[in-house]
């Protein structure tokens, strides 16, 4: 179903999986990324920093032409009030799996719909559920996935995802990086909104 009309879709990430949810979801789009310093304040409580970083890295394209609609998105994992970043090793991985074993986290994911009008901006939350994870099933994952690309770890579409994952309180996708039924409603908002103003 063509939503899109007159209006082109830009996706401002090189996310492969927020490019393969589009594509799934059969929203034609380009991809444009440009690489953005993720730095938020210290104070800033975790919920936030996914919108903030959205508009961030929105605010880094520079938009000309009337017909064009930016998408751009960031997601965090929070544990115990802390963020888990992406891990940079090993080590890391290790560590961040051993914090989500057999406990509960959030993922938000926040995106930003952006013309040379307005912009929008939402947020979604998801609640996820971890059985235990042993050291063995840990060390097979990390070796196998190389999760290094992914906020917390870890890949709820992959292994791990499949074997040790109980429980979802919220949307799937927003997990895997875009919360698809919240970016069409809005999307679809959007275009009759400009379309209304034609």
């Not at 309180?169 to 909104?193: F, H, Q, R, T, W």
Request: net charge negative; proline share 4%.
């Amino acid at each position: 179903m063509d939503i899109l009309g007159n209006y082109r879709l830009i996706l401002g990430s090189g996310s492969p999986r927020r490019k393969s949810i589009l594509k799934e979801a059969g929203i034609p789009h380009t991809v444009k990324v440009i690489e953005v310093d993720e730095v938020y304040s210290a104070d800033m409580h975790p919920s936030e920093v996914p919108s903030f970083l959205a508009l961030k890295k929105s605010r880094a394209h520079l938009l000309t032409d009337g017909r064009d609609i930016l998408l751009t998105a960031d997601s965090v994992v929070i544990k115990d009030g802390l963020i888990l970043e992406k891990p940079a090793n090993y080590n890391q991985a290790f560590s961040m799996l051993t914090n989500l074993s057999g406990s509960i986290h959030e993922v938000t994911t926040a995106f930003c719909l952006r013309n040379l009008e307005r912009y929008e901006i939402e947020s979604i939350t998801s609640r996820v559920w971890f059985n235990e994870i042993s050291d063995q099933e840990k060390e097979y994952y990390i070796n196998n996935f190389q999760p290094y690309d992914k906020a917390g770890g870890y890949g709820i579409q992959e292994w791990i995802g499949h074997v040790k994952i109980s429980k979802i309180d919220g949307s799937y996708l927003n997990i895997v990086g875009l919360p698809m039924e919240a970016v069409y409603k809005a999307l679809n908002k959007l275009i009759k909104s400009l379309n209304a103003n034609i």
